[in-house]
Structure formats: structure tokens, C-alpha cells
């Protein structure tokens, strides 16, 4: 496949990299930390989305490559970002693909990076969607504990889609759960009476829930009164790069 050499020479072309979205805490509007988001600038196609090149690497050896990369890059701009403002209260969500959880370096790899930059563990979150957990979901509840053991949290994203399960939610040792779009947006009376529930669901069992697509200031006041700790959607601000979201953080710390 074309496509799959293009993206083996990516990493070192300097062709990927990261763009950053806000997630908003409701409670007080304050920006609490990003999403990080994989971009490919192809040099002859143009940009190519993450839905597209994503299942490439999964099907592929790339997606370790592919998702350390993530990591580090990730890991570096929050240093940067630190180096010139001071710590910061602030997190990284970074995606983490099922695919990876096979890969046996994975762990080594995570503890490496984060013993040799020294980030604070805690603002680190890795998200992932339930899609490959379940082919083998021993080896991905011992993954995902010793990922935690380093003190970084974890998310689970695309909560409300087709594959995930409400079993997901104890079986695995995530802090924080993402409520896809498809679930927030327009929020008629029955859905309003399903978030409801998945929030106060969640608020039980201890765990952190991002509100994901959120269209309007009214439906963000409702979901904050839900109970729900945190919005990620264009209303609070696109995907950006990283030296626009160090202009942003110098506004707003
Ligand atoms: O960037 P966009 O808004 O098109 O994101 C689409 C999807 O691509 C996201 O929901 C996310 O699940 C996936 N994605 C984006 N960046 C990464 C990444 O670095 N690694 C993995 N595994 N998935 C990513
Ligand atoms: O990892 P995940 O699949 O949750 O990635 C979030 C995706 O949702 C990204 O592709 C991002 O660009 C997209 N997104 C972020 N905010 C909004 C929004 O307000 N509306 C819609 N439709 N998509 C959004
Ligand atoms: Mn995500
Ligand atoms: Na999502």
C-alpha cells in the first residue's frame, strides 16, 4: 500500500504532528488541559485526517511508532510550554490505540519517557475507545494497570457509541470517561434524562466525565448542573497547534 510506506517515512519527515483542543472545566469555565490530536500533512495529498491514516497504522507495525510519537511530542510541548510559563494546572489527553496495548513494549516505553522528561505523571491522561479492548481483554486490564501505576490517569473515550459497554467501566481502571457527541448533542428531554443518569453513573463510581461536542452555552450550563466536570468542543475552541496554545496559556495563567 502506498499509503502505508508514505506513512512509515512521516515520523521522520516531520510530516506528523500534534494539534491541541481546549477541554473547558464547567463549574468555572477555566481551561484545565487539551486533547492532543494527530495531523498528517502529506506532501502530495495535503492533510490527511487520523480516520483515515489511523487504521492504517493499526493494521500495520506503525502503530507503536506512531502512537510514542504522540506521546513524546505531546510530553515535549507540555515541558516547553512549562519551561517558559512555570508549571502549569493543566493536562494532556493523548489517544492511545487498543492496538497498542498488544504491543509488548508499551509500558517500558511509557515509563521510560516519562523517567527521562520528568513530567508530572499527573498531567498526563491517555484516551482510549473500547473498538480491539475486548479481543483480549486480560492482557488489556494488566496494560492498562500498569500504565496507572505510573500515576498517569486514563479515559475512556467515545462513551455512548456503538462498542462500549457499561461493563467497561469496572472492568478497567479508568478515572475519566468522555461522552461522545453523538450522546450531548441536541439535547431533547429523553437524552437530557440519559445524561443525567451516565453522569450521576459515573459520579459514583469516582470517575471524572467530559462532555464531548457540546453546541451551546445553554446545553454546557446544563451539563454543569448535571454534575459534569468537563466540556471538549468547538464552542470552546478548535484544535490548535502548539505555539498558538502557548499564546493561549499565557492569557489565561
Ligand atoms: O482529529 P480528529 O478530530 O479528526 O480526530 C479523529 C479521531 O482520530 C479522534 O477521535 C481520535 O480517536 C483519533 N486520533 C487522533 N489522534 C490520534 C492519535 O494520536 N492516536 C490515535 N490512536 N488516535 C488518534
Ligand atoms: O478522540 P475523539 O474521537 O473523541 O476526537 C474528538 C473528535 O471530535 C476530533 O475529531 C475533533 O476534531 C472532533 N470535535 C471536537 N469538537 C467538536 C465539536 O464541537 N463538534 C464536532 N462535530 N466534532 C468535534
Ligand atoms: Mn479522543
Ligand atoms: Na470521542
Redesign the pocket.
Known amino acids: 500500500l502506498q499509503i502505508e510506506t508514505d506513512l512509515r517515512r512521516a515520523i521522520e519527515r516531520k510530516e506528523l504532528s500534534?494539534?491541541y483542543?481546549p477541554i473547558i472545566r464547567l463549574k468555572d469555565g477555566e481551561l484545565a488541559g487539551f486533547?492532543?490530536?494527530?495531523?498528517w500533512e502529506h506532501p502530495k495529498r495535503g492533510t490527511i485526517?487520523?480516520?483515515e491514516f489511523?487504521p492504517i497504522?493499526?493494521m500495520s507495525d506503525l502503530?507503536g511508532p506512531?502512537?510514542m510519537?504522540?506521546m513524546e511530542r505531546a510530553v515535549s510541548d507540555l515541558t516547553g510550554w512549562q519551561t517558559q510559563l512555570g508549571d502549569l494546572p493543566i493536562f494532556t489527553s493523548?489517544?492511545?490505540?487498543s492496538?497498542?496495548l498488544l504491543n509488548a513494549d508499551l509500558y517500558n516505553d511509557v515509563r521510560g519517557l516519562l523517567q527521562r522528561t520528568q513530567v508530572n505523571p499527573q498531567q498526563l491522561k491517555l484516551?482510549l475507545?473500547e473498538s480491539l479492548m475486548m479481543e483480549n481483554p486480560e492482557q488489556a486490564r494488566l496494560v492498562l494497570a500498569k500504565l496507572k501505576e505510573t500515576g498517569l490517569s486514563l479515559a475512556l473515550?467515545?462513551f455512548g457509541t456503538g462498542y462500549s459497554s457499561l461493563g467497561y467501566l469496572t472492568q478497567f481502571p479508568f478515572d475519566t470517561i468522555k461522552l461522545d457527541k453523538s450522546l450531548v448533542r441536541d439535547a431533547t428531554e429523553k437524552r437530557a434524562v440519559l445524561l443525567r443518569s451516565v453522569i450521576a453513573m459515573a459520579r459514583a463510581l469516582e470517575m471524572d466525565v467530559v462532555a464531548e461536542g457540546v453546541q451551546t452555552d445553554e446545553d454546557a450550563a446544563e451539563l454543569a448542573k448535571m454534575g459534569c466536570h468537563y466540556a471538549q468542543s468547538y464552542l470552546f475552541g478548535p484544535?490548535a497547534a502548539a505555539d498558538a496554545v502557548m499564546r493561549l496559556l499565557k492569557e489565561r495563567f
Open positions: 500534534l494539534a483542543q486533547e492532543a490530536l494527530m495531523r485526517p487520523p480516520s489511523i497504522a493499526e502503530i506512531l502512537g510519537f504522540a493523548v489517544n492511545l490505540s492496538a497498542q484516551e475507545t473515550d467515545d484544535p
